[in-house]
Every structure is written in structure tokens, then in C-alpha cells.
């Protein structure tokens, strides 16, 4: 490996959030459960929106699937009512089950009536393929680990190898976890935008940082490994959007991505959700009719750039903050930095 | 209860295959764990659609959500890739986790390259929420149970209150596992379409057969009771049909779903999947460019009109199929027999 | 054909509004251009949803489209942005550029800043090909009858073989317009959902009159033809909905068409547009965040039942209101009743 | 203005084929009908996939919108049947009800059982906005110019602002008709995948041309200018796909206009469509089954890398084709090179 000085640059053209990170959005935190030991370098990593309980107070949602080789949990729901009712989980392909069931019985224990008196809980899990570090077939992630991350969450979250994004790889180097946020003005307030990404995307030589083709100088000297990854951007934000809005917004997440080298390959899961944190939804709403605030459409643009920047960002964040990982066989991936 | 006699009606104009079952599709095979002691009134259904590997032999597949409020896992997959790649389990709301781990760990079992050497698997689970007559917060499918559900399936399989269908509730009463399929002929020779419906939907005053408003008959007498229910509608066919074609037959089994009586109520996960037989697809394919047969879509008709006949009859035989069940706190559903 | 009476029967359970057609909802009126005479039985029908300005006031509106073999303009629009911004326009196959460019030259006379200082226009248009009864070859619906269409429209409007419906043809016997509402009570007032219909569907042994197999009595002297229609389904409510919830309403038009015997067939270009006038959206808006009204999500069903009654109501008064027409070739259809 | 030399750059690792254009697919040619005098800046471009009837030999065709703020025509059929039947016509916004007309009027000239003894032709248009240099109010392309278009249709047809690009900009240069090609390999085949874009969209400090951020450059001499565009992506291929797969090559298309600078704008109508030439369908087959090739999936991603290159190519070659052109109200834009 040849020894360019890298710097992390900076991108785009909006102003970022005070931590650059999806926590700039008031009330998102995240949490990590990493196992890392031997040929287990796996975790999960969960996202909570509000303070609250998610069943109780849902949240307007929306995914995009830009390239559906991915087992995700529960989306169909999340595009047909609009809605979050649980925190996000991330973790490894082969862990989604047991990532659901954690996060179903945990709603149960704060819901008693789900399933008997009021509707059951979607549980709303995304994955990667970590099996190239990870043992991935020896189904590592607990029940009791999903919990871990759901109750460790907070601001100032761990980015690179840690929870879901311990065994990732990006670009052929280190991936994982990585965020970004973006300032949003609004009638003469501030907003945030912020994504996090679980990257495990992209080949080596396609690598671009800011313009600048690092893969092609890098690849010269490492060897190239096919693709077999994905990645998944949460988007979250505090302007207050419907679901429809959301969607579109979650669109955007491919700029980003796209600007980083990734040409959305046939192995790669690449799915983005949005979700708004400005107006919860009730689940024991008693009026027929409730009132919402919503964005003029004619102002979203603002929202477009700040989820493609942010994206973007963020996959850089996670090639940054990554450190050297060897895993299963022996296996390893460098860091980019 | 009044006294009306009732006789299953025959279904529309198409003639039925020998057993009026999804088995008439060559191949196709359908096994049950059911659990039925006290409280507990669950259990899991399984599928299969050729005797060898599915994840080696895959088949073209596609889904159409006719209403989301559901938690099926894989979709998203199978609609990328147009391909199914493991039998597809039906179970409980809360138990798709486990059934989705159980479905990833037979198929690595099998295959140990999976999420090493190459791709991940996509288990196709399906849900409805038997929480009525079922102890659904006790979470009790297991593992084994589904892997039971695997490896007892056979051409002449139960229908009404078992495996998954066990705690399932259509239009009142007792519903569960129904079947039908009819006959196509294309090019001179005979071809079946067959579907499987997990039934667990419906308001009893909305209950139509054959045209005739039983439900307001009986509902006169019964206590009518709000919807919390979904349908899964497996359809399966021998005709080759490419991902696209499958969609266009899945979506009309919604036919059959309001010709008994259903309006797509907001809570019910409504959902189709349908599978072609005719051309497996191999994992291991070396070609660059395969061969395929694929319909004449000016024929299609005989196959739209095969699934809307066979998913009415499949929600009628679950509920003549049925025997009454007694499960959590005494609740109770009455056959419709 | 034999005498058996046929009255028109009363469908489903919900109260119709007081005219039981889409001009129960406050502001919303309809006209036609009819042309018939000889070899050219066509039209077009406008609908109008509030007395104003449809580009400067738009509404909240979303598509679902059952079976796409057909010919509509302006969805993509419709279902990215979530509004309508022009009147709705009904006519025949051939004819839906000539449509469209009259709506837009309509908008721009109204609105010169359009393509200039301000986005383009959207202009939605549907059809059904009345080929068997009209010269559809002959182009013969000019921008002129259009304009007549447009302005013409009011509540008590004609139905039956009028408009876009002269030379339509549903269930082998005269079909066209037709349209029917419900009463809908939310927070104690009431609201109403309309729906009307272009009626070009079906073949006549598949008939069905509320349960009743009307088309097997009559295709035993009638001869059956082939289909190669489809049926447009304009829904319309006065309930604040948001585009997801309109998405939601809109795909409950299939149970009406369902149940009057339609499988959806390939050649039948089967499409609904629904519609709330409750909340216009200002062109003008300045306000970067804006308030609005929407519905609970958990009362839906009532709109959803709705849709499907209407439909079914609407598509049987199509059949009800018609009267005999001969056309082309001598090509003739009769009226049901 | 500065005066930094431009050369277009080589964009991407794949092959061009011998034109790196559109038309090096074999079959696939290209007319335009341009109206260039003063206030009139406007056209329209034809591209004709091989040298037969489009109704009697149909190609397999997928769209993907990427944001849909446009007004096309054609895609909802395109999408169930996957099926093209006519020639793509592009040309300015209000001009596409005159273009849906004029290609279904040829149809029917030369397929005089359209509408009569077979079904309805479905005309497949697209359009941006061209009102900054045109008098887009005047419509003034008519039925003629559409014909002119697709019977001057050429393999070496030009590029920059001409047909349909004539009054096109983008990222405030003088945009319009741009193409590029690339070579894919297959069981020891070559085969080609084209590219021809109306480029129309982008904010000029947006521009990036292989990396270089050349719009922050240049956008501090030039006024920047609100977006108001659209672009419109039109892949063809001889590589046999089916309608599934072409949605996924279309859906890489926004990688290449997010390398250009694009964040898929909230007024931009962002669309992609997609073609096979290589196994027409036959309007009249009479086999109920008929056999076809298809790519092997797991080969796909030289497509979709094909798909991205061709694309953001294809943008540059609108940008580096373009003349300055001076039209309404003496708006101008100026060439980039």
C-alpha cells in the first residue's frame, strides 16, 4: 500500500450538525453490541428515534430498495402504513430472525396488549453480509445482544468497526459504521438531516473520495475481491414530512452512494429508510381527523441535498473511522486511513 | 346458530385438478407442525416446490402486498431477483423470526458455501396473527417445530385448523389452511394452477358464498367481532411463467378475496405469492445466456382466471375444512360446517 | 334474450349520499361531450373537483393501476408529487394526446406563468377503447369537444352511453358512465365518498349482479365475445386523506369491480385515481412548513368499504343507465335493463 | 467566463463501442426534427430499435423513475406487459399529447386492425422542458415534425442541440441530445449496451465532469439559475433480458447522472427506460409457449457498470455536443467546451 496522506474531506456544500452525525437530529440515538473475538467479528447496532416507546409514539416512515439482494425485516408494513412502531436494528444477514424476535418480545414486554387487544408490532431489522470476517453461519448475535445495543443507545455513538458494522468491509477496505448530519432552514429555524450507514459495499478500484479516484491508486497494489456486500442509510430528520415526502427524501441516499463508486451491484443489498421524528403518531389516537404539519413540497430540495451529502458523508465516516480487523481463517481488512 | 344446510359449492367455470390442492402442481408438497394443547393453538406450515435444493435449484416467483399490514420476510429479494430460493414457511406473527432463522440454517446446512463462498440465503416466511385463540405472546414455534413442518410434507397434506392454520379466525369462524387448484391447457397438453391460502381474515357479516350473503345470515345469531386478521395466498403453477407474468397471476388472487366477502380491511396483511415449477434456475449456472420457455402473454387469461377461482375456493375449503378449537381464555371458534 | 325483471339492486350496507354519485362530494361536477351519429359513438367526460382553479388549488390525489394494459396520461406525476393539478379527462383510446394537449393548452390560457415562470402542467387523462361501436381509427374526439366536457360539468350530470362512455361496451352488453356514493361519519360529521366510473369491462358469462350470476342466464342466447376492454374508477371524498391513505382507498376499487365478475383480464386496462378535495395545496404556498388535516389511519376501513360499494354501485349503474347503441359496421349493443 | 481548455475526458474502465453512441446496438438508429428559428427552439427526436414494425415485433422494455416530476407517456403499459410497441419519441413538455397522437396514428396506418380486430397501440413519449429558449406556450411541434423525426432515423445521427435538444440546458450550459455506448462481453460474445440522454436538468455549481467539481468554477462568473429540468435516459441493449432485468439496468442510470452532479431535483422528471433488442415478440405468435434466451443473472453487473458509464458519458457528450443557442426573449445558454 502506498502511502498518500489522507485526510477526511469535506463534502459538499451544506453546513454540517454540531456532531455530524445522525444523533444531531434531537432524540436519535444509536447503540452497538460488538462481538469481536476470533473468528466472531459480528454485533448489532440499533437506532432509536425518540425517548419514547416507538409502539405507543410511531413515526412517519419510508424505504427505497435501490437494489433489493437483501433479506431486511419488515419493511412491507413500513411502506404500507407509513409508519415506524420499533427502533432500527442492524446486524449480519443470517442474524435477522433472531434481531426480529428480540425486538417483537421486548414490544411485547412494554405493550402487553399487542397481538390479544391491539395489533401485533413490525419489527424493523436491515443486514449485511459480514461472513467474509465474520462466522457468520455460527448465528452469533443473542437475543440478549440485540437488547444490549437497544439499551445502550445514545449521542455519542461509536462509529467504524463496531456493533452491525464490526466484520463489513467497504471498497475492499475496513468498513462498518459511519455517520453524517446536515443543517436544514426552515421559516427561519434550524434543522437537521442525518444518516447513518452500515457500509459494506463497493470494490476496490471503483473507490472515490470527493472526486478523487482512490480505488484505481490503491487497487494497483492490493488485490481486488468481488463484490458480495450492501449497504444500508437510515436517514432521520426532524422536519416534519409524510410518508410520500419520505420516500422520495430516502431516493436520494443513491447520490451519495453513487459518488462514492458504487454502481448499486447485482450482490448488494442497497436499501435506505427515512423516518421524521416532528410529528409522532399516536397508537390510541381517539379523533378521526388529526392535525399535522407537513413541508411545503416546493421546499424538499433542500431536504435532496442534505440526504445525498449526508449519505455520502457518512460512507466516508465509516471508511475513516474504521480500524484493521482480522477475523474468521484469518482473514482481514485494512483500514482506508 | 340456525340450521341452513350447507354444502361446499363449486367454484367458478375452470376444471379442478384431481386432488383440488396445490399438489396437483407436480412437485409441490405441503407439511405441518401443529401445536394444540390448552392455551397453545399455533404451529407452521411449509412448502416445497420441487423434491431437490431449492436454494441450488431456484424458481422463478414474484408477490404482489395487496395490503401491507404484515410482517412477511423475503419479499424484497424475491421481487429483485424474481427468484425463490427456500420453501416458504407460514406461521404466526411473532414466530417469523424464528421460522426465518430455522429456513437459514437448514439451507446452510445444506449448502455450506452460503455467505461464505458465496451469496446469502432469503427465507420466505409468511404471518397472520392467531392471538385470539392463541397464546401468540408465549412465543412457541420453535426451530424443530418448523424443521418438523419441512420434513413431513407430502401431496395428500391436511387442511383446515393445522399447522399454521391451527388459531386462525376468516369472517368469524374457524379458518386456517385451505386449498384448491384448476387445470390450463396451453399447446394441447394440461398444466395446473394451484393455491394455498392461510386464512385469518374477514368480519362475519361480510362472508359471501358462491354469491350467497351467509354471513349476514349467521351473524344475525353470533356476536360480530372486529377484523385483526391477514390471508396469505400461495399460488403455484407448472405453466412457464417468467417474474413478471407471476405478478400479474398473483395479483388476481384479490379476485377470489372479495368474492368471499373481504374489502382488504386496514389491519389485515393481505398478501400473493405466486411460483412457477416449470424452469428451475440454477445457482451454479456456468452459461453467460440460458434458455428459457415462457408463456405466450396473449394466454395469460386462462391463468388470471385460475388463480381468482382457486384462491376463492382455498379460503372456502379452510373453512369447511375446519373443525371447531377452543385455545387462551376459554376464546372459541365455531366450524362454519 | 329472456324476460327475467331486472331491477336495479341496492349494493352493500353503507348509506349512499343524496344523488348516490360522485357529485356528493361538495364541488365536485361532471360533463360530457357526446358525438353520436353514425360510425362515431365516442365523447369525452371531464371531471372537476372544486369550482376553482385546479393548478393553483391542487389536491391530494394517488393511482393504483390493477392491470396496466392501458394508455393513461399524467400518473407518474400524480403518484411522485401526491396531487392533481388539472381536471380529470375521460375518452377514448386514440384520443387521450388530443385530451391532454387540450387540458394543458387550458391550464397555460389560465395560467400564463406555466412552462415559463413556474413548472409545467400535468394533465391526467384515462380511456378505454371503444373501437367495436365508434370509428375509433378516425380521431374524431377534437380539443374543441374536450373544452365542451370540461365546460359543461355540473352535479346532476348524465350517466349511461354519455361522454367518453357512447360507445363503450361492459359485460358483452352497453356499458359507459356510471357512479354511485356513500356517507361516511368521522368526529361526528358526515363526509362522503364518490365514485364514478367508465365501464368498458368484462365478458358477458361472468356477469354478476350482487351474487347474482346474471351473465351465465343471458350468454346462454347471447352470443360472448371476447374481451379487450377496461374500466377506469375515479373516486372522489370530501375526508382529509393524505396520498398514501388516497393509495390506500384507490386499491379497494378492485373489490367493487371483483365482485361484479371481473378477474382483471389481460387485455383490460384497469385503473383507479382517488382524489380528496378536503385540503387543496396552494401553487403559491410561501409558508415553508404547512398545516394540515389527515385521517386517523385506524378508522380507514369506513373508506375503504366505501370504495368497494361504490365501485361495485357505480359499475352496475353504468350497466343500468345505458340504452342501446349501434355503431360502426352496424355493430350494436344492448342495454341490460 | 474562464478560460480553463476543456476535453471531454474518458469516462469510466469499460470499452466504447466504434460510434460510442446508441445506434452501435445493431438496429437501433436515431431522427430528429429540429424548429430553430427565433422564439421557436424546439423539436423532437425518434429512436427506432431495429428496421421492423414496432407493433408486430415488440422489444421487452423496463422503465424506472427516478423522480417523477414529468409528464411522459407510455410507461404504464410498458411496465405490466414489459413490452414497447412503438418507437420512443422525445420532445418538449406540452408537445407529448401531439407525439402520443402522431405515433398512434402511424400505428394504426400501418397496422389497420389497431383498436378494431386486435388491441390499442400504446405511444411511448417523453419530454423536458424546454421553455427557457422556446416558446413553449405556442406548441408548436406538430403531428409532421414527429414523422420527420422517425423517418430521418440514422446510425449517425447528431447530437447537442438538435430534435428534441434544441431548447434543452443543463447545469445552466446549453444542454440537449447527448449518447455513448460500451462493450459487453458474454460467452465470448460482444454485445453493446447505448445510452442517449435528453439532458435538461442540473444546477451549473452542481457540474462535475469526471470528478472535477468544474460548476463551482465557472458558477462564480455565470449567473446560477434555479432548476427547473429534467432528464430523460434511454438504454438499449442486444443482449437478451427480460422485462425484470431491464428494470435493473434502467435503475443504474441515476448512477451516471449523480456523477454529473445531479441530486434528482424536486422539479427534475428523472426517468430512465430500458430496451432489448434481442428477441423481438411477435404481436401474432401462435404458440401458447415459446422459447426465449435470457442473461444469467449472476452475470448482470457488466450491465449495470455498462449502464452507469453509458449514462454519465452520454451527459457529458450533450454538454460537449451542444452549440450556444439564443431564443425566446433572447434567453441564451452557452456552450461548455
Given amino acids: 500500500m502506498n502511502a498518500i496522506p489522507l485526510a477526511r474531506p469535506r463534502i459538499g456544500d451544506l453546513e454540517a450538525g454540531a456532531r455530524n452525525a445522525i444523533s444531531d437530529v434531537p432524540g436519535v440515538v444509536v447503540g452497538h453490541a460488538t462481538l469481536a473475538q476470533g473468528e466472531v467479528q459480528t454485533g448489532a ?38 409508519q415506524l412502531e420499533t427502533p432500527v436494528v442492524l446486524t449480519n444477514t443470517l442474524s435477522v430472525g433472531t434481531a426480529a424476535t428480540a425486538l417483537a418480545r421486548r414490544a411485547v414486554a412494554e405493550n402487553p396488549a399487542i397481538g390479544r387487544r391491539t395489533s401485533t408490532v413490525n ?26 445495543a437497544l439499551d445502550s443507545c445514545t449521542p455519542g455513538f461509536a462509529r467504524g468497526a463496531v456493533g452491525a458494522g ?10 462498518g459504521i459511519g455517520t453524517a448530519s446536515r443543517v436544514v432552514a426552515l421559516d427561519g429555524a434550524r434543522f437537521h438531516l442525518g444518516a447513518l ?16 479516484k482512490l480505488g484505481r491508486e490503491r487497487a494497483a497494489a492490493d488485490e481486488a475481491t468481488p463484490e458480495r456486500g450492501s449497504v444500508i442509510v437510515v436517514l432521520a430528520t426532524d422536519v416534519p414530512l409524510e410518508h410520500r415526502q419520505l420516500r422520495r427524501v430516502a431516493a436520494r441516499a443513491v447520490v451519495g452512494l453513487a459518488r462514492t463508486g458504487s454502481f448499486l451491484g447485482h450482490g448488494s443489498g442497497d436499501i435506505a429508510l ?8 399516536r397508537h ?24 445525498a451529502e449526508s449519505t455520502e458523508d457518512a460512507v466516508l ?19 482506508l486511513a
Avoid: W
Fill in 45 to 82: 447496532t440499533a437506532i432509536r428515534f425518540h425517548g419514547g416507546d416507538h409502539f405507543r409514539d410511531k413515526l412517519a416512515a419510508a424505504s427505497v430498495v435501490f437494489n433489493g439482494f437483501g433479506k431486511s425485516v419488515g419493511l412491507v408494513q413500513v411502506d404500507e402504513l407509513g
Fill in 123 to 148: 419489527p424493523v431489522v436491515f443486514e449485511c453480509n459480514d461472513g467474509y470476517l465474520n462466522d457468520i453461519q455460527g448465528f452469533h448475535v443473542s437475543e440478549a445482544d440485540v437488547l444490549a
Fill in 166 to 175: 464490526r466484520g463489513m468491509t467497504a471498497y475492499g477496505f475496513k468498513g
Fill in 197 to 212: 450507514v452500515l457500509a459494506n459495499f463497493g470494490r476496490m478500484p471503483d473507490l472515490v473520495v470527493d472526486g478523487r
Fill in 274 to 281: 427515512a423516518v421524521s421524528t416532528a410529528e409522532p403518531i
Fill in 284 to 307: 390510541a389516537e381517539r379523533a378521526d381527523v388529526v392535525a399535522r404539519r407537513v413541508l411545503n413540497e416546493q421546499r424538499i430540495d433542500a431536504l435532496f441535498r442534505a440526504a
Fill in 317 to 335: 465516516d465509516a471508511l475513516f473511522s474504521a480500524e484493521d480487523v482480522v477475523g474468521r481463517d484469518g482473514h482481514a481488512r485494512a483500514a
